[in-house]
């Protein structure tokens, strides 16, 4: 049995096979202890892509058939599977990451809530946006003819696990079960960082498959270099879409190898975002020093590492924001040191602090006096500049990990102009009184050109899996801007629409049919009803 399972064996799983491939290699690292991991997980071979890409296109006619009831039970499955051995999952991703067995339980419960949260909008059936408008003999000059739409899935997709989330954003997580949800099958790229976890999901998922009476190319998981199997599975033509959350420059590679396949395919990625806070005059006046505890809270969780991590703050020159950059100070020396999640991280953190440091017009305002030599160890800095040295610096670009900068400008003409200036992000918060709203309702207005989600008297880290959240924005910060990774809009990202015209009523989608068997919410003929008939009155 599954629950049982404790030795792991380094092999990628395509539909119901393991891999046999003979290539060296990949190893996990320890983070805190830089010590290497085992097993080895040995990279999928060109065959084995193939494989599972034919699986996948094979199982999508059979998957693609199920009814919401059917997909939102094996949804379920998964998050049942996972459940039972969340103890050994927890342990191999701390031992990988180096994350907190704290975090990995509240990420484990929060990848079984979506998964159950797609089973339920599964099941409920209307996201599948029905329309029907019916027929008009009679109209003239032209009768008007009977038109139905839905939207349908794409077939197999791609996701990419992320570094910084082994659990909800890798092999179970939004991208995958948004994919399922909707009908599609699913191709994991594994994130090399953790790929003990993400055979341990994998297996659950696959046993879920497989008790689930469904066929084994629905869901596979490949080990391997981005840069190889990544990109050679999004270039095959089998597949219809893709899911990434990581770097800018990866996301980037990954979406133009979309756009140029001879037939090109959606690609969603989420790339790079510094998520601007803009600290306005009352707020710091009635509460600053909780402000800065909130803060640094914020971008020093993870170690930093998260896509919504705040790494600019915007503030007013001057007395109100006195008490808040003292308490800031005094938090980010008194800061442990902080594990980075891979070599890679580490360097670019390194590196990019390194330059910080020596750019004209930035002044290092506090560093964390706890060091460590251990693993990935990285130390929580302050940055400060100004407006005018802000504005056309490059300062905007991400560093991921425990820093951030703060920009002080000395009037609101300044503010403004550098909301205008800014490129997309995730999210923008403001912290404000009632009357600093109002004051500034200009810059509520610029920035909701900017970003996907804005936070008022809050802090960004912290996405909640919910109908209504937006976890995307403009460009760089994901690939398209109409889009979001988390939430249950999420599944409209792997579908199209199609619209039958003039078709019997016996030949339609349950969906779309007169008598309404599912029960859904549909528009029919411009308003909204679920009424059992759309047949005219």
Not at 37 to 48: H, N, R
Not at 196 to 217: F, K
């Amino acid at each position: 049995m599954l629950a049982s399972m404790t030795k792991l064996a380094g092999r990628s799983l395509i539909g119901f096979h393991e891999g046999q491939g003979s290539l060296k290699p990949l190893y996990a690292t320890n983070p805190a202890t830089g010590q290497q991991l085992q097993p080895g997980f040995i990279p999928a071979t060109e065959q084995e892509v193939e494989l599972a890409a034919q699986l996948a296109a094979q199982a999508f006619e059979t998957y693609r058939q199920t009814s919401g009831r059917e997909r939102g039970a094996f949804l379920r499955m998964i998050a049942a599977k996972i459940e039972s051995i969340a103890g050994e999952i927890v342990e191999r991703a701390g031992q990988e990451t180096a994350l907190p067995a704290a975090r990995l339980q509240s990420e484990t419960a929060r990848t079984c809530h979506q998964l159950r949260l797609f089973a339920q909008l599964a099941e409920e059936g209307s996201w599948v946006n029905a329309r029907i408008d019916r027929a008009d003999p009679d109209r003239k000059p032209l009768p008007k003819p009977d038109i139905r739409s839905m939207l349908l899935p794409l077939g197999p997709v791609v996701v990419f696990g992320a570094s910084n989330f082994p659990l909800a954003f890798s092999v179970a997580g939004g991208d995958t079960a948004s994919a399922l949800a909707g009908g599609n099958t699913v191709i994991v790229k594994a994130h090399a960082a953790h790929p003990g976890t993400s055979e341990l999901v994998g297996r659950a998922v696959q046993e879920a498959v497989r008790e689930c009476g469904l066929p084994g190319g629905v869901f596979s998981v490949l080990f391997g270099s981005g840069s190889q199997v990544g990109i050679a599975l999004m270039k095959h033509p089998l597949v219809r879409g893709g899911g990434f959350t990581g770097s800018r420059t990866a996301g980037r590679i990954l979406m133009d190898v979309a756009a140029r396949r001879p037939e090109p395919i959606p690609f969603y990625a989420e790339m790079s975002s510094t998520n601007p806070v803009f600290l306005l005059s009352g707020a710091l006046r009635e509460r600053g020093e909780d402000i800065a505890a909130g803060l640094h809270a914020s971008f020093t969780l993870g170690a930093g590492q998260f896509c919504t991590k705040p790494g600019l703050v915007f503030l007013p020159e001057g007395a109100d924001a006195g008490a808040f950059e003292r308490k800031l100070h005094e938090l980010v020396e008194g800061s442990r040191p902080f594990h980075l999640l891979t070599h890679a991280i580490h360097s670019s953190y390194a590196s990019a602090i390194g330059g910080r440091r020596a750019l004209d017009g930035v002044d290092t305002v506090a560093e964390s006096r706890a060091t460590s030599s251990e693993g990935f160890a990285a130390n929580a800095a302050l940055f400060a500049s100004d407006a005018q040295s802000f504005l056309g610096s490059g300062l905007e670009s991400e560093i991921f990990g425990p820093t951030t900068l703060l920009v002080r400008h000395a009037n609101r003409d300044q503010i403004l102009a550098i909301a205008r200036s800014l490129e997309g992000h995730l999210t923008a918060t403001i912290h404000g009184t009632d009357e600093d709203l109002r004051e500034f309702a200009d810059l509520i207005a610029i920035l909701e050109t900017k970003v996907g989600r804005l936070v008022f008297n809050g802090f960004p880290t912290g996405v909640e899996v919910t109908h209504a959240m937006v976890h995307g924005g403009p460009y760089p910060s994901t690939s398209d801007g109409r889009s979001t990774s988390v939430g249950t809009q999420a599944i409209f990202r792997f579908t199209r629409l199609v619209c039958y015209q003039g078709f019997p009523d016996r030949a339609l989608p349950d969906a779309l049919k007169d008598a309404n068997p599912l029960g859904i919410w549909r528009m029919i003929d411009g308003a909204m009803t679920r009424d059992l008939s759309s047949r005219p009155a």
